[in-house]
DNA sequence: ACAGTACGTTGATACGCATCAATAAAGTTG
DNA sequence: CAACTTTATTGATGCGTATCAACGTACTGT
C-alpha cells in the first residue's frame, strides 16, 4: 500500500509540466545518454496523454505501428496472440521501460500492449525519433543499444524456458523485478506484482497451479513472504542463487 | 551433396572480387533496402575474409564487440553460455543472415558465435555502419528494422518453447529451414542440416534423444525423409500444420 | 452488506519428456 | 582399412509439471 502512493508519486506534478528534463526517471529512460540540450529536443517529440486505465491497450497486434512508449508510472503487459489462438506474455514493462519497439521492423505491431494498472505513458512517434536519431548521433547509438538490449533480454529469457525448472524461473521473475525496482530507488525486497498469476505463468511457460504452487513453496521455506500481489523477498541472496543469477 | 555444390557456388567467384553490388544475396541482405550509389558505400566498409573453417569461431561471448557480420556461405550457429555453464543455442544464420547485433547493448558479444561448415562470412565495423546510418536514412532505417526483426523472432521462439511440443517444435524448425532455403532459391523440400542433433535439441530446448525420436517417428508418419543430415520435407504442409504455420 | 464473479490455492492423477543405459553408425586418424 | 572417437538411435524407467477437480478468497457493483 505505501508502494503504491510511491509510484503514485512519479506521475504526480501534476503531469502538464512534466518533461523529460525535470522527469525523475530520466537517468534510466530514454534521455539517460543525452546532453541538456540534446533532452529539449527529444522532449519537443515526446506526447503524455490521459493516464491509462487497467485494462486499456496501448496498441494492439496487426495495428500500424506510429510510436513507441516509455512506462511513466504503473505496469504495462506485451503479448502475442499465434495464429491458433494462444496468448504469449512476451514482458513486463516498468516505469523508465520502453515498449513497442517490435513494431519497426513490419510496421505493424508484433504483440499487444495493455495496462496491469493505471499508468501514465509518454508516446514517442517513432518517425521523428527516427528524424532525431539521424541528426543526433547520441541518439541514434542509445536507440541501437535499447533495441539490442531487447534482444539480450530476449535471448536470457529463452534460456530460461529452455533449461530452468519452476522454481528458478519464478525466481529469476521476482529477482529481476526486484533489481528494476531498485534500480527507481524502490524496495528491492518488498513490492506488488501488478501482474496476476496467470499472466506470470505464461510468461514463465508454467500453469497457474505452478505458479501458486511454488510461491506456497518459496514462503514455507521462508524465501519470501505473499499475500496476494505483495510480495517481499525475505532471502534475496537464496532467490538469487535459485536463479543463477551471481 | 547436391546441395553442397549449390552452396559452394554462392561464395565461389574467386572471392577476390565479390561485392554486395554483384552478391547473389544482395535483395536478402544488407543492400536489401539501398540504392545503387548506396549500395558502393555499404561496399567500401564492407570486409570479406578467408572462408572460416568448420568450428572456428566468428567470435565469442564478452569480446569486445567490434562488428557485425552477414553470412555468405556456409551456416553459422550463436550460443550463450550462462553463468551456471550451461550453453544455450540461440540461433542458427544462413547466407543472407546478420548476426552479431546482441554486442552492440553492453559494447561487448553477448553470445558466441561457430562455424557450423566451412563459411564465407562478410564483416562490417559497427562504428563505421553507425556513420553510414546517420548518412543514410535508408540505412538507419533499415537496420532499426534487422534489430526489430531479430527481438520479433526470439518472441516467436520464445512462445515455441513455452508452448509447443516436442514435435511441434521439431516441425517449426524444419519449415523455417525449409523457408530460408528457399529465399534463396534452393530446395524448399531437400536440404542438409549443418547442425547436428545436440545443436537441435539445445536450439529447442529438447535433449537429443527426443530430437532423434521425432526425427524417426516423422519418418514412420511419411512426414520426412532423413538420413543423417540430410532431410527431406516429403508432407511440407502437413508439417507447417504441425508447426501451426497457417 | 450481499450476491455474483473472477482469481487463487490445494490435492489427486496422468503424461510428455528427461534421464540412464546399451548399441549402432558415422566420422577421424595413423 | 583398422582402431578410435564422436554422434545418433533405440529402449526402459522416473520425475516434473500439466491437467482435472474442488474449494477458498478477494474483488465488483448495487
Redesign the pocket.
Known sequence: MQLMKAELKQHCPNDANVNCANCRLNSICLPLALRQDEITQLDDIVQRGRPVQ?GQHLYRQGENFQSIYAVRSGAIKAYSTTDDGEEQVTGFYFPGEILGMDGIGQNRYASSAQAMDVSAICEIPFHRMEELSGKLPSMQKHFFKLLSQEIVEDQRHITLLSK??????LAALLVSISARHARRGLSATSFRLPM???DI?NFL????????????RFAKQGLIS????DVTLIDLEKLKETANVF
Chains 1, 2 share one sequence.
Do not use: D, H, P, Q
Open positions: 487497467k530452468n525448472s519452476a522454481e528458478e524461473r496476476s498469476r496467470g505463468g511457460g508454467l500453469t497457474i497451479e505452478t505458479v501458486s504452487r511454488v510461491f506456497t505473499i499475500a496476494n500481489k
